[in-house]
């Protein structure tokens, strides 16, 4: 028996709204299709009128949410695709993310975005959207990198009482698999020693988690102990622990899906500049896909965002320098 | 003939409320205005000069337990909801004691928990919000309320209404969406907005009601929207209220309006509706010029006395402020303090 990303995803969903009878969901095709990914499949049949099908409008699935949020409802939105929740930025960033600010009301709605790329995504089903979001005041945003986090944290979400973008990674839906659903888990907020090492630290979030892992475990063999930090939310960005990995390693490398200017990894090492320079040994380093709309074919995809290949590479220059 | 009378005298009882509102909203806008000439007021102000009738009748037909989205020029319908002026001015001072404590201005002003909606700038942007307060009200069981927002017809160009009316569309949703065609959405002309004949035309393409009226006049403004408000409590799904009348001021008070087109001035619609409603109660003896004056100055007394008291209250504290975004403590993003 085992789970994977996207039905963690599904299962959260249904215990959220088993559990909270205040919990909707909205969007395209969720209803009895299930979801253009099927993260919300048969939950139309378990929960009848409470996971409605949504016109095309992203605009308007955010406002409904919002209103619905006022009068005490904890909607979630599905957007199709990340990139599609561009057509409903005004709403999010504009309206839910400053309602508690104006009002004192708070905003509790959670915005699902199938983010990041897949193998012939292309531009407009790729994109990693956390650091436009997570660059307005009144959002948290959330990058769960395991399926142990992607069901705990989305249950978070929805009972957070602010507006949450929960990025979920497309590539991680099918090819993450855990034993089981976790019972207990850290809160989000936090971020997550994934290895502990001595010689590095690399921070990453979401599929990035995975990349980096996969280099720890190839410069293991050459005897470097690589350190990985989970940033599991992107916002809150969780310093303390990331300072505190520099402090343990000299060298830190960030690693992030989105494009590279300014951003998440700009973020952190703003931060460790500012909290932390006396803890480097090193120039801080980051790598993050190129600043062009992402490629559709394979070859060029694998060459846009950073790889195990493209990160051992830019980590063996760290340890030179 | 009894019945008859009543319903007389009920109505009569609704057109002097609805006209002591105008009349409230006409002269706090005055003030506004005076107050802004006077550099008493941070940023800009915006009137509903001209479009009071339209407006406090869509506040006077709705009820306790409604939605009400209203949009700048909607003083007279703050009022007709139940908005004390108080808030009005509190939020033009930036009292810290308002509903919006100073981190909102002017006509950016609402109270969610009453189903009083605060706008954001964006036009149109409201419409979908009232729809999801109506859809949680559905979920709920709560069948016999209604939403009405209000924008103007510049807002009809935007994609958030064509998204937010289609959606109350598909949803059947009790909805009455009130445009004020006031002829400019700031300096534009309708010419230059839509090329359709008469945007009421458009309540067909998204399978609507649609319901046109002369905007300036209060009668026939109550008497829509009660139509309106009822057509959508009783279930028949959105309700699409085209209205038609001027803007007598600028967008705001820093702009003269001397874009607007002399020749519509004397149109029957642009016309004062204070002034016209003013004439309709002498001609049906409902009150006469003495009593006209006394309102008037009542009006005066209360909205002098409420700016007196405002501005003796306190202003924001930015030391003593809470500047956090989220109402959640544990997410609040740290580490800005050295950036």
Redesign the interface.
Known sequence: MSITYLEAIRAAQARAMEEDPSVFIYGQDVGKFGGAFKATKNLALDYPGRVLDAPISEDAMVGAAIGAAMAGMRPIIEMQFADFSITGFNQIVNNAATQFWRTNIPCPITIRLPAGGTSGGGPFHSQSLEAIYSHYPGLIVMTPATVEDAYSMLLEAVSIDDPVIFCEHKYLYYHLKADRLPTEAMPAGKARIARSGRDMTIVAYSAMVHEALAVAEELATEGIEVEVVDLRTVKPLDTDTIVASVARTGRLLVVGEAWPWGGVTAEVIARVATEGFGLLDAPPQRLNAKDTPVPYHPNLWAAHRPTARSIAIAARNLLRL | MVQVVDEVSVFRDTYLKAYRGMLLARVLDDKFASLYRAGKIHGGVFLGRGQEALSAACGYCLRKGDIFAPLIRDAAGRIAFGEPIIEAIRTYLGSSLG???G??GNV?R????NGY??M???LG?????????????R??GQRTTVGLSTIGEGATST??FH??I??AA?EKLPLILVVANNQYAYSTPNERQFACEDLVDRALGYGVEGHSVQGNDLNKCLQVLQQAVGRAREGFGPQLVVAKLLRLCGHGEHDDASYVDPRLKSEAFAQDCIKLAEESMLRERWADRTQLDIWRQQAIMEVEETVARVQREPAPDPYGAEW?????P??????HE??
């Not at chain 2, 956090?324 to 959640?328: M, R, V, Y």
């Open positions: 509903i919006m404590r981190r909102e950016h609402g109270n969610p928990k909606l605060p954001i700038s964006h942007a409201m419409i979908s919000v009232v729809n999801g307060r109506l859809l949680a009200d979920f709920k994609g958030s998204e937010a289609n959606q598909v956090q975004a989220l109402s959640t544990r997410m609040i993003d740290g580490g050295n950036i």
